[in-house]
């Protein structure tokens, strides 16, 4: 206190804050007060999105980032960075009865998802020995996308070696980036 104290005095005398709030996170002391200097500088308006709105991007852009979660954490010190998720296609069909058999099914999304990689060596990293890595990935994310998207999903993944994508002004693009 007895360095920071002078410091914070000498800066509200430099520049001209709206207000100065030492606050600790580590020791969780002045927090409260931060929030409420915060909270006060804010603007009151109405909300921009619904309350019920998660997020402001798209299903098939969640989808191909739930599928490059799942690469990330199942590789582990292996995880090829240079990798990208593209969303090849994305279907709903709606709760319907099938006519060849008379049953009611529901509603479902099919995705066709191509994880792209720079090399060789990443595609079988990302594969896995016997396709187990691919197969556990595809599992685990078409979990998450069915609790996410309320309804049962159909997700297959394939993976290419598309060399130099990431250097590629075109295939960013392409790519959504």
Known sequence: KGTLLPLIETFDESFDFADIVPASALKNQNLDRLEEVIASHLPNATPIYDTEQITDRSERFLASE???????????????????VQ????????????????????A??????????????????????????????????????????????????WVKVKRGWSDDERALTSLGY
């Open 108 to 157: 479902c999304t099919f995705i066709d998802a191509t994880i792209y990689v720079e090399r060789n060596g990443q595609k079988a990293i990302v594969i896995g020995e016997k396709g187990q890595r691919i197969k556990q990935v595809g599992m685990d994310a078409r979990k998450d996308m069915e609790q996410l998207f309320g309804k049962k999903v159909m997700l297959t993944l």
């Open 87 to 106: 969303i090849d296609e994305f279907k709903d069909e709606a709760a319907h009865t099938d006519p060849k058999t008379g049953r009611p099914r529901k």
């Open 66 to 84: 739930i599928i490059r979660e799942k690469i990330m954490r199942s590789a582990g010190d292996e995880v090829p960075y240079d990798l990208t």
